[in-house]
């Protein structure tokens, strides 16, 4: 397995542009989370996802975030409108349950100018 | 809501032994993850603890006592490439897991 995919690895826009991360999970693994880590708030969940369907989202830090889980492989985080303070390394991660050991995508690094 | 502390930096010698330390307050805990993460790159998985006691693997071992809340990471024989950030992450009931801010290690010569 090639491990979680993300995409872009790296996205540079200006503030106000739409913005949309991709990850692929691996294969077969129930749980999804997305995170976020800045220097200064270190490595936050924002929302992580089991079989599909959203389980907790209390992290996303305002409704300017949004994420969706179509089907089992594919999910996107999306920003709308994008500030400079969005600016940070957004992390997808998969495991095998609730307990499982959790495998961490490349990232992709946002700069919103 | 949960509490995690770490201490932020440490210093160790090549070769030598060092215990990174984590403390927490949570509900529900179901198990404590240490992630490694090198400057610019993902976490990487190093142990899982749910019940109390050492987990050794390697190098590197894990331990868990439940009633204090308390954690700590133990990297024996130290190498450069140990340099690194060591971040502790409290699993809850929920399947949600929290990290601490993690620990910056540098290994010197």
């Known amino acids: 397995d090639a491990g979680v995919i993300q995409s872009p690895r790296h996205e540079v826009t200006e503030m106000g542009q739409e913005v949309t991360l991709r990850c692929k999970p691996i294969s077969g693994h129930d749980y999804l989370f997305w995170y976020r880590q800045t220097m200064m708030r270190g490595l936050e969940l924002l929302i992580y996802f089991n079989n599909n369907v959203p389980i907790d989202d209390s992290g996303m830090p305002e409704d300017r975030f949004s994420a969706k889980m179509p089907n089992a492989s594919f999910s996107t985080l999306k920003i709308q409108p994008s500030e400079p303070r969005d600016s940070a390394v957004y992390f997808c991660?998969?495991?095998?349950?609730?307990?499982?050991?959790?495998?961490f995508g490349p990232g992709t690094r946002l700069t919103v100018l | 809501g949960q509490n995690i502390d770490q201490p932020t930096e440490m210093t160790a010698t090549e070769g030598a032994i060092v215990q990174i330390n984590c403390t927490y307050q949570?509900?529900?805990?179901?198990?404590l993850f240490w992630y490694q993460q090198h400057a610019g790159e993902a976490p990487t998985f190093l142990s899982y603890?749910?019940?109390?006691g050492l987990e050794e693997k390697g190098r590197f071992s894990s331990f868990l006592s439940r009633s204090k809340g308390y954690s700590y990471l133990l990297l024996k024989e130290l190498q450069m490439k140990d340099s690194a950030s060591y971040l502790c992450a409290v699993n809850t009931n929920a399947g949600k897991s929290t990290f601490g801010d993690g620990t910056t290690l540098t290994v010197k010569p």
């Open positions: 949570t509900s529900g805990f179901n198990g």
């Open positions: 603890n749910v019940l109390d």
């Open positions: 991660a998969s495991s095998l349950a609730q307990t499982g050991e959790g495998f």
